[in-house]
């Protein structure tokens, strides 16, 4: 996905972090491996996109204050308890 669309990609850090019982909108909700990547890209959402497909293809999520490039199709995947914490907070 990188290579494709050109995104300068200049560091990968790879983290473990432990399942988060308490945050509503959690990417942890088991103890899982990070990828955080440090990459310099234009405003085109698709290589993003993509890089969140290929999470959720793996049964991963993203981390929600990145980049606002998720499709609201692809934001419902990851953080399915989205929806009742709208509803609570409406």
């Known amino acids: 996905i990188i290579p494709r669309h050109g995104v300068d990609l200049p ?3 790879v983290r473990t972090v432990a399942e988060d019982r308490d945050t509503v909108l959690r990417y942890a909700d088991r103890d899982v491996v990070a990828l955080v990547m440090l990459f310099n890209q234009p405003r085109d959402a698709a290589a993003t ?6 999470a959720r293809a793996v049964g991963g ?6 980049r606002p490039h998720a499709t609201p199709e692809q934001f419902a995947a990851a953080y399915p308890q989205a929806r009742a914490w709208f509803d609570r907070k409406r």
Do not use: K, S
């Open 61 to 66: 999520r993203y981390y929600l204050p990145y």
């Open 11 to 13: 560091n990968v850090t």
């Open 49 to 54: 996109r993509e890089l969140i497909d290929a």
